[in-house]
């Protein structure tokens, strides 16, 4: 037994052409390994593959080439192991609209082959907050309240792995708490989490690790730590009391005046810190009325990793 939860050789998938869609190559040749017990982001844009991981991993989508271990399980050796290892909320709302959610859970629970007295559909519903809902068709139920109850099926099995595929996208703030509360509990009990994201701030408030990819490429793997701290460009958003007659200036800043009057800089965090910045602002006669930084996005990252090599 290894320390990882995931180990993906070589692994590669070209969906076939269909109509006249031509023949895709999602994934190319990917290596990765997420180790037992991490919160694990995997980001990347849209269309980069990561639904395509995800479901090859769920065994929802049969992989063209490589190897997949899960929780130790060689999936093609041990498919049943390797499947009930790993719960998945997709990122499609699929719900049977004549299941009401209990009913959706001891379906799912049968599929996964749970035994009736280890079944905890009540439990269930009640972390993911629809326990109101119970007997409620799943047709009456609100986008939020489907995404919850995909939530809840991801768990009826007790897998070791939970897979959220972009879980926040679209959702509103309640629901945005209430599934990261739910991964963080998950995880404090000892679940390994991997969620998708195309949202960079997201990945930095919850993984210890992330993935990016692009284009079916791995693009980098590295603690989230590490990752950020080699994105240390900023902006700063200074808004002049008046118009500025003379722009700031200072070693390592980028100055931009924009049409409504804010001045725009641009600077890195290692080598200037921010009170260097106002302190240039300041000596250049502006008043300050207001002031925001930016971070960088992740379209920053991929430049600068695509740069880097
Ligand atoms: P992501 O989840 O990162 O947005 P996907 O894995 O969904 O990316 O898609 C990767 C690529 O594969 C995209 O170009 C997408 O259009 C294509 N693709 C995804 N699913 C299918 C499918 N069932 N048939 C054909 N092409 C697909
Ligand atoms: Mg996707």
């Keep these: ?93 699929n719900l049977d609209p004549f299941f009401t959610p ?12 749970v035994p009736a007295r280890e079944r905890k559909s009540d439990e269930i519903l009640r972390l993911v907050g629809l326990e109101d809902k119970a007997g409620a068709y799943a047709r009456t139920l609100s986008g939020g309240m489907r995404r919850r109850l995909l939530l809840a099926k991801a768990l009826v099995h007790h897998p070791h792995i939970l897979v959220l595929d972009e879980p926040t996208a679209g959702v509103d703030i309640e629901l945005r708490q209430m599934l990261w509360e739910n991964v963080r509990k998950l995880n404090d009990e000892g679940m390994t989490i991997i969620l998708t994201t195309h949202y960079l701030e997201e990945a930095e408030e919850m993984c210890d690790e992330i993935a990016i990819i692009n284009h079916g490429t791995l693009v980098a793997r590295d603690s989230t730590a590490n990752l950020l701290g080699q ?74 990793l695509t740069r880097s090599r």
């Design 1 to 93: 037994m290894t320390g990882n939860a995931i180990e993906v050789r070589r692994l590669a998938k070209t969906y076939a052409a269909s109509g006249k869609s031509p023949a895709k190559e999602a994934l190319k040749g990917i290596d990765l390994d997420i180790p037992r017990g991490s919160v694990f982001g995997l980001l990347g844009p849209n269309g980069a593959g990561k639904s395509t991981l995800i479901n090859i991993l769920a065994g929802l989508v049969v992989k063209s080439a490589g190897q997949v271990s899960i929780w130790g399980f060689d999936q093609d050796r041990n498919p049943r192991q390797s499947r009930a290892a790993i719960g998945v909320m997709p990122q499609e709302l």
């Design 102 to 113: 209990r009913a959706a859970l001891e379906v799912q629970a049968g599929l996964y082959g």
């Design 231 to 304: 994105l240390d460009k900023k902006t700063m958003i200074v808004t002049p009391e008046s118009p500025a007659e003379t722009l700031p200036d200072a070693p390592g800043l980028v100055v931009e005046s924009r049409p409504d009057g804010a001045l725009a800089i641009s600077y890195h965090l290692n080598e200037t810190p921010a009170e260097a910045v106002l302190e240039a602002v300041r000596n250049a006669g502006i008043r300050i009325r207001d002031v925001r930084t930016v971070e960088a996005d992740l379209e920053d990252v991929f430049l600068n």
